[in-house]
């Protein structure tokens, strides 16, 4: 079992430029989440999906963050353009189904100039 | 408004002193306190879900209690490589709603 697998573990762009965070939920997961975790804010939920679908978007801070998810085992979380205030370690998460426990990957540590 | 508050912030405790890490809660009908581990640099680890009032469950020295409005985990005799992160979270309705964490370090 590989687990979640997210990419790139590490992130430096400059301000105003567009990032891409990918991830890759564990085989057979239907439901997927994206977080923020600061230190300031702690672990926050910016969306999640059913079966590829967005349920809850919420947590979103901006209209320049989105997420899509193409396909059962990929999705992307994409902030165009950047802003310094956004650097974060970003964490995807995966579980069976709707309310179980969620198995989370090793992280995106994003740095905004 | 769900919330979810850990206390304390950060403890420190010497090999083989037992403590208990404290989760208060406040959510519109509880369908499940999770806690979870995070050492630096990774992500979260899960570690236990509880469900109802008077549930316990317990992994080597760690165990988890809830009741109406809390949740604790009982840290026993810990090592140094129990030093971590601990985050407790409650389900709302499609999602988990996290506390800050408690930051455990345990020295030699």
């Known amino acids: 079992d590989a687990g979640v697998i997210q990419s790139p573990r590490h992130e430096v762009t400059e301000m105003g430029q567009e990032v891409t965070l990918r991830c890759k939920p564990i085989?057979?997961?239907?439901?997927l989440f994206w977080y923020r975790q600061t230190m300031m804010r702690g672990l926050e939920l910016l969306i999640y999906?059913?079966?590829?679908?967005?349920?809850?978007d919420s947590g979103m801070p901006e209209d320049r963050f989105s997420a899509k998810m193409p396909n059962a085992s990929f999705s992307t979380l994409k902030i165009q353009p950047s802003e310094p205030r956004d650097s974060a370690v970003y964490f995807c998460?995966?579980?069976?189904?709707?309310?179980?426990?969620?198995?989370f990957g090793p992280g995106t540590r994003l740095l905004v100039l | 408004e769900d919330q979810v508050t850990q206390s304390p912030e950060a403890l420190r405790l010497q090999e083989g002193e037992s403590s208990s890490l404290n989760c208060s809660y406040t959510?519109?009908?509880?369908?499940?306190l999770f806690w979870y581990r995070q050492d630096p640099g990774k992500g979260p680890e899960f570690l236990f879900t509880?469900?109802?009032a008077g549930e316990e469950k317990e992994k080597e020295r760690l165990k988890a209690t809830l009741t109406k409005k809390e949740s604790f985990l009982h840290i026993t005799a810990p090592k140094p490589e129990d030093s971590a992160t601990y985050l407790c979270?409650?389900?709302?309705?499609?999602?988990?709603?996290f506390g800050q964490g408690t930051t455990l370090q345990v020295k030699p």
């Open positions: 998460a995966s579980s069976p189904l709707y309310q179980e426990t969620q198995y």
């Open positions: 085989s057979g997961h239907n439901s």
């Open positions: 509880l469900y109802s």
């Open positions: 959510v519109s009908g509880l369908r499940g």
């Open positions: 999906f059913n079966n590829n679908v967005p349920i809850d």
């Open positions: 979270a409650v389900q709302a309705p499609g999602k988990l709603i």
